[in-house]
């Protein structure tokens, strides 16, 4: 049998070079699409503008390639990553119109699965000019989506452009709202400030191994019949040491709903709604 094909964007990033890792190591035949070639290369690379769409869509045919199978999916994760280190509209212009492109792309090239990047930002108390409790907890993808910074919006905006595609084309789109990428690099650093848990409050103490990361973007090219769907991705535990009842009585006072008991260092983003799609399970937890 065939190799599964996939497509993965921003590959020779940071958290791309582990997606890329494991897809490769699940025997998927894998392309990356990026604007500079990974350090250290574990596929083809093709070195593209995704604000071009003619650009993507000669990346992501089957012609520019020696095989010519169509792809299974794409995994799109490449765009300015965070709010305040790009100005404002380039922040805005390059990762809605990427996105756009990526997804017009699928539908003319007949690619019926795609993965894109939102995030936990969307939700707006990460990057807001004053920090905001969430409406209650565990937060989950029902929760409204109130950013004021353009990283955040760009995240919305992809997402509804994902549910245009959906509807047009059919594709099978998971907008995944990924919380704090970590790899395993970062943990000694992260554990050297556990004493400072303030540090994580705007992020609600969330996280997820980009090796976690990885199974679910696998297990979504994988998988038929999503439709289209907000997934959050996230860990089930926090990435502080405190109970999480503490955390709430100390940083969170005024959330006064409470969905669901939350016990130990359960996390205050529920990934109910990725585990009940996917069957998905965290593999690497925070090391303390």
Not at 115 to 127: Q, R
Not at 174 to 203: M, Q, T, W
Not at 222 to 230: F, H, Q, R, S
Request: aromatic share 8%; glycine share 6%.
């Amino acid at each position: 049998m065939a190799a599964k094909r996939v497509i993965v964007t921003g590959g020779s990033g940071k958290a791309g070079h582990w997606i890329v890792k494991h897809f490769v190591e699940a025997g998927f035949d894998v392309i990356n699409v990026d604007v500079r070639r990974p350090s250290v290369p574990q596929c083809r690379t093709v070195v593209a503008d995704l604000t071009q769409l003619g650009q993507v869509v000669s990346a992501f045919s089957p012609h520019a390639s020696g095989n010519r199978a169509p792809y299974d999916g794409v995994v799109h994760l490449a765009a300015i990553p965070r709010a305040h280190e790009n100005p404002n509209d380039e922040i805005y212009r390059l990762n809605t119109l990427s996105t756009y492109n990526v997804l017009e792309a699928c539908g003319l090239l007949g690619i019926k699965k795609a993965i894109i990047a939102s995030s936990e930002s969307s939700y707006g108390i990460c990057f807001a000019n004053k920090f905001f409790e969430p409406h209650y907890l565990p937060v989950d993808e029902a929760h409204p989506q109130l950013p004021e910074d353009t990283y955040g919006l760009s995240k919305v905006v992809n997402e509804v452009t994902a549910a245009m595609f959906h509807r047009r084309d059919g594709t099978q789109i998971l907008s995944f709202r990924i919380g704090n990428v970590v790899c395993p690099e970062d943990y000694a650093g992260l554990k050297a400030r556990l004493d400072h848990p303030e540090d994580r409050l705007r992020i609600l103490w969330s996280y997820i191994d980009s090796r976690d990361l990885a199974s679910a973007c696998r297990l979504a090219i994988e998988k038929d019949g999503l439709g289209c769907e907000p997934v959050n991705v996230v860990s089930d535990d926090t990435s502080s040491n405190l109970p999480t009842a503490e955390l709430i009585k100390k940083f969170l006072p005024r959330v006064k709903t409470l969905k669901r008991p939350l016990a130990d260092r359960q996390s205050l983003v529920s990934n109910a709604r990725l585990k009940a799609l996917l069957g998905w399970q965290q593999e690497h937890f925070y090391p303390f």
